[in-house]
């Protein structure tokens, strides 16, 4: 008989005393298609999301066929995953030897950049016995704000627009296509930052006076967390696709975009157990070196269940965790709603954690190394079905949609 895969079954029957990642390939699958048959236009893949081969597999599947890498590890692992795959190697900075060895050993035919010495050294370094490279693809990364988003991606990297006209130039000369692309910043809250950065991207090419042939508005897709309730994915898709047909382009340009967070966000979870409890705090298991790197260090909130095998009765409250290390810094403040009655020895589901969870662990303190195993059951949020509502985070996406 089929014996569900579920947190609950992972819990009763295993006891685990190191963390649990329980991945669903479904959820993977389903994403995949969403964007390869909604986007209007071509998605890749942001490697750096979670760079698990099981995952990049099912995207490919699910019909991803081009990936956005940022570094030579990544160019070197999606290309032993996916030899037909086409590899964007989209970090503005790169190191030489990086670039050389993608471009001769890997077919990487597409760089972003964002200055005129970034060029020289594409160019230099993909020439062959000296002659330039003819079938280069590249990328000028516009600064644009992340006013929108939960995290920043507007200081690192993009030229402003006032400064972008030579880095344009010095594209075009060198590039077979030129695109232009951006990062509205992660986590975009709302369809407008697309509409606002498309506006950027306009002004750029009125100004510079360039033939353009891609437009890359890159990742920031949102997933379901709880108190970030945003606009159907689809709208982000429609205000995307209305910016970009009225921008001053050729009919034949293309439009793209590098989903990493909405990809994978929903293909992972982990089950923890509570070691401890202070009052409101829960030590657990798996932490700020852990899958939580980001409910440390930017607050950020993953939605949570109590695995029990009778449900809790009791009401909710707000909890913090502290993980399993030594140092106080490995502390993840939520507030994170779980039964007034939760005590040592219950375990939890914390979900989301695909996207930037599970790619962030480290071996720290001796932490660290727990099972991950497929579970087939729903993502506890999911942005592309109907998930049962009971669950609190969907309820109140629900009612921010209606
Ligand atoms: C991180 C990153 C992405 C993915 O961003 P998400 O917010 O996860 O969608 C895409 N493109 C670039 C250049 C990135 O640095």
Redesign the pocket.
Known sequence: MHKPSNALGVARDRRPSQPVTLVRPHAATRAAEFFAQKFPGTSMY?V??NPSPDLIRLLWDGGITHY?V?SITEVRLVRSLLPEAVLCF??PVKPAEAIAEAYHVHGVRTF?LDSVEEVEKIVEVTATDGVPATDLTLCV?LRVSSAH?K?S?AAK?GVGVDEAAPVLHAARQAADALGI?F?V????MSPQAYSDAMGLVRAAIVSAGVTVDVIDV????PSIYPGMETAPIERYFAVIHRAFEDLPISYSAELWC???????AEYASIVVRVEKRRDDVLFINDGAYGALFDAAHVDWRFPVDLVRDVESNTKKLAFSFYGPTCDDADFMRGPFMLPADIRAGDYIEIGMLG??GCAMRTAFNGFGNGETLVADDEPMASNYTVTEPSREVVTSIREARS
């Open positions: 942001a750096k999301a956005d940022a989209m970090h972003s990364r988003s995290l991606l990297f692309c990062h910043g992660s986590q975009a890159g990742g920031g897709f590098e989903p990493g967070r909405a990809l994978s996207a930037y």
